[in-house]
C-alpha cells in the first residue's frame, strides 16, 4: 500500500515538473526573437541592400581571378637617338647594299665615308654619299669610327686602316665559317703497291672528293677547322690486272691567305688525314689497312659573280699498315709509303651563324 502511494507521487512531481520545463522553453524562444543580444536572423524579412556587398565582393573576385591569368599587355618601348652622321673608314671586303634596290658593293680597298647609326644598338648603318643622301647600308662593324682622328689630323690619310669602335660600341658577334668543296685528280708513285699485290709497276691513278671546313677570324693569321675527303683509285699491273681501291679519310686543317689583291687570292693549306675505313681488292682477294697522312696544298682563289672558285696543285704523303688481309704477306709488305701529285678545283662559300 505504501508502495503504491509513494509510485502516485512521483509521478504527480515528474508530470508537473515537465509542464514548467517546456513553459520555459517557449518562454525563452518567444523572448529571444525580441532580444537585442538575438543570433536568429529572419532572412526574409531583411532587404537586398543588405546582401549588396557580398554581390560586389563576388564580382571583384571573378575579376581578380581574370587577371591571374590573363595579364595585362604594355607596350614596348623603342629606343632611338637623335642620329648624327660620322666619318667612318669601311673596311676592306666590306659588303654595301644599294637602298631600295638589290645591287651589292664589295669594298676592295680602305674608303673614308660618311656613317649614320640610327638607333643604338643596331647591326646595320647607313652610308651617306657625297650629297648626304642615304644611299647604301652594311654592317656596323663594317664601318669604323674615326671622327676623333679626324678632328685631331684633318688631313686623314685613308690608307691607314683603324680599329676604333662605333658609336655604340657595337662588336662583330657573328660566327663565320667558310667551306672548300674540291675535287682531286692524282698521279701516285709508290714501290708499296708492286711489293704488296706481287707486281711490278710503281704508278697508279687516284680520284679525291674533299671537303674542308674553316671557323673564320680576323684575330688570327691562320684558319683553323678539318677536312675530310673520300679516295678512289686503281694500280694496273701489266701481268697481274688491275686492283682498286677506296677509302674515306678525316683530320684537322689549317689555311694561310698569304696574297691578295683586288678579287683574287692565293692560299695555303695544311691537312692531316687517317682513315675511317681503306681497303683494296684484287680479285679474289682483299686487303684493308690503316693509313695516315699529311696532304699540303697551294691554291689561287678567284671571285666571279656565281661565287668563289680556285684552282691548285697539290702534294699528299701517306704511310698504310695492313689490318687484315685474305692472302699471307711477308713482313717487308705490310707497311708501306705512297706519294702524290695532283691538281685540283674547288668552289669555296662562306656562311655566317
Do not use: C
Not at 541592400?49 to 564580382?59: I, P, R
Not at 591569368?69 to 673608314?89: D, H, L, M, S
Not at 682498286?244 to 694561310?256: C, D, I
Request: proline residues 3%.
Amino acid at each position: 500500500m505504501k508502495q503504491g502511494l509513494f509510485l502516485l507521487i512521483l509521478m504527480a512531481f515528474s508530470l508537473s515538473h515537465r509542464v514548467s520545463y517546456a513553459d520555459e522553453l517557449d518562454d525563452f524562444l518567444i523572448n529571444a526573437g525580441d532580444a537585442k543580444e538575438s543570433v536568429f536572423i529572419d532572412i526574409e524579412e531583411k532587404t537586398d541592400a543588405e546582401f549588396q556587398v557580398v554581390d560586389e565582393l563576388s564580382e571583384e573576385n571573378k575579376e581578380y581571378r581574370k587577371s591571374l591569368f590573363n595579364p595585362p599587355r604594355f607596350k614596348k618601348r623603342k629606343v632611338t637617338v637623335n642620329p648624327e652622321p660620322y666619318t667612318a673608314q669601311l673596311k676592306v671586303g666590306s659588303i654595301l647594299r644599294k637602298i631600295n634596290s638589290d645591287e651589292i658593293y664589295k669594298v676592295k680597298r680602305p674608303l673614308i665615308v660618311k656613317a649614320l647609326e640610327k638607333i643604338a644598338g643596331s647591326q646595320v648603318v647607313t652610308i651617306l654619299n657625297k650629297d648626304g643622301k642615304e644611299s647604301y647600308t652594311t654592317k656596323t662593324y663594317n664601318a669604323i669610327n674615326i671622327e676623333q682622328e679626324v678632328a685631331l689630323h684633318p688631313d686623314i690619310n685613308p690608307a691607314i686602316v683603324y680599329t676604333d669602335k662605333t658609336d655604340y660600341n657595337i662588336v662583330d658577334t657573328e660566327t663565320r665559317f667558310r667551306h672548300y668543296f674540291s675535287y682531286h685528280f692524282e698521279s701516285i708513285r709508290s714501290d708499296y703497291f708492286p711489293t704488296i699485290y706481287r707486281g711490278t709497276k710503281q704508278t697508279a691513278q687516284a680520284n679525291i672528293l674533299q671537303n674542308k671546313n674553316y671557323f673564320v677570324s680576323n684575330r688570327f693569321p691562320v684558319q683553323f677547322g678539318f677536312n675530310i675527303n673520300y679516295h678512289f683509285g686503281f694500280w694496273e699491273d701489266p701481268t697481274l690486272g688491275t686492283v682498286t681501291w677506296q677509302g674515306l679519310f678525316a683530320g684537322p686543317s689549317v689555311m694561310r691567305t698569304f696574297w691578295k689583291k683586288d678579287e683574287s687570292r692565293w692560299n695555303m693549306h695544311l691537312n692531316v688525314f687517317k682513315s675511317i675505313f681503306h681497303e683494296s681488292e684484287k680479285d679474289p682477294d682483299f686487303h684493308k689497312f690503316s693509313t695516315m697522312g699529311l696532304q699540303l696544298e697551294l691554291e689561287k682563289e678567284i671571285d666571279f659573280s656565281g661565287g668563289s672558285y680556285t684552282l691548285g696543285v697539290n702534294y699528299r704523303w701517306s704511310r698504310s699498315s695492313v689490318k687484315e688481309t685474305s692472302e699471307f704477306l711477308q713482313n717487308e709488305a705490310l707497311k708501306g709509303q705512297v706519294v702524290g701529285f695532283g691538281v685540283y678545283l674547288s668552289y669555296k662559300f662562306d656562311w655566317i651563324l
